[in-house]
């Protein structure tokens, strides 16, 4: 498998543009996470869903950001506008939901750097 | 919620050395304890596991330990090499009511290893 797919790798932007970073998970898994890693908040929760379904997104920081899954093959999470204090590496990871009732590792896909000036 | 607490934040250590990372969790109910590894400019990758029904777990130069009890893991890397110098995560995971799967990272350690 390909594993987690994730694209722009890199991008950068100027404030107040609106930013659509984009995300493939691996085939058969029903969980998919929105991340946000900074140095100083580390590895950030924003969304997750399950079955394309979106589950928990109190981690979402303002309405600026919106997160989609039309399909079990695609999400997108949108920022619009986006300000410099948006910079940051955004992860999307997935999980199967089946397996160990405890819980299943989590994929993370290799990221995207937005910078944000 | 589940709150995860991980120390030291920076380790060195000298090649050859081992390198001893501690977690420690809130709820009890968490039974699942993946660590991650992060290179620089990569994203986290699962280097171990543990559930809670085990107490420890090795996979060549690296071990994890579980204490339930005390709702406290490590992980322990044994000969340490240039290349495990990485920020480690260690994460506390739990199915809630729903079914769902809640996962608490911690807060990161970054190793270097001194050739």
């Known amino acids: 498998d390909a594993g987690v797919i994730q694209s722009p790798r890199h991008e950068v932007t100027e404030m107040g543009q609106e930013v659509t970073l984009r995300c493939k998970p691996i085939?058969?898994?029903?969980?998919l996470f929105w991340y946000r890693q900074t140095m100083m908040r580390g590895l950030e929760l924003l969304i997750y869903f399950n079955n394309n379904v979106p589950i928990d997104d109190s981690g979402m920081p303002e309405d600026r950001f919106s997160a989609k899954m039309p399909n079990a093959s695609f999400s997108t999470l949108k920022i619009q506008p986006s300000e410099p204090r948006d910079s940051a590496v955004y992860f999307c990871?997935?999980?199967?939901?089946?397996?160990?009732?405890?819980?299943?590792?989590?994929?993370f896909g290799e990221g995207s750097w937005l910078t944000v000036v | 919620g589940e709150n995860v607490e991980q120390h030291p934040s920076t380790l060195s250590v000298q090649e050859g050395d081992s390198a001893v990372i501690k977690c420690t969790y809130s709820?009890?109910?968490?039974?699942?304890f993946p660590w991650y590894k992060q290179e620089l400019g990569k994203g986290p990758q699962l280097i171990i596991d543990?559930?809670?029904?085990?107490g420890e777990k090795k996979d060549q130069r690296i071990a994890v330990t579980l204490n339930k009890t005390a709702k406290h893991f490590s992980l322990h890397i044994t000969e340490t090499q240039p290349e495990d110098s990485a920020v480690y995560f260690c994460?506390?995971?739990?199915?809630?009511?729903?079914?769902?799967?809640?996962?608490?990272f911690g807060t990161g350690t970054k190793l270097q290893v001194i050739p």
């Open positions: 990871a997935t999980a199967p939901s089946t397996g160990s009732r405890s819980g299943n590792t989590i994929y």
């Open positions: 709820d009890s109910a968490s039974n699942y």
């Open positions: 543990i559930r809670s029904n085990v």
């Open positions: 994460a506390a995971t739990y199915r809630d009511s729903g079914g769902y799967q809640k996962v608490t």
């Open positions: 085939s058969g898994h029903d969980y």
